[in-house]
């Protein structure tokens, strides 16, 4: 059983540079009218696409 501390999730799964690739366009083309955290939001009611700030951050 892990043990969790208060204030500290675990790290999550790594989403691969292919996928990423794959939205790419879509996300550079979200960017211009959306910021980070409405981009985030959107990518993930549509397409179901789940990324952490940091490693948004990261592939721009």
Same mark, same amino acid.
């Given at each position: %059983?892990?043990? $969790?501390?208060?204030?500290?999730?675990?790290n999550a799964a790594r989403i691969p540079d292919d996928v990423w690739e794959k939205f790419k366009p879509i996300?550079? *083309?979200?960017? *211009? !009218? #959306?910021?980070?955290? *409405?981009?985030?939001?959107? #990518?993930?009611?549509?397409?179901? $696409?789940?990324? !952490?700030?940091?490693?948004?951050? $990261? %592939? $721009?």
């Amino acid at each position: %059983m892990a043990t $969790f501390i208060i204030g500290h999730r675990p790290n999550a799964a790594r989403i691969p540079d292919d996928v990423w690739e794959k939205f790419k366009p879509i996300i550079v *083309e979200k960017y *211009e !009218t #959306m910021t980070l955290v *409405e981009l985030r939001n959107w #990518m993930e009611q549509e397409h179901s $696409f789940s990324a !952490t700030t940091r490693r948004s951050d $990261f %592939m $721009f």
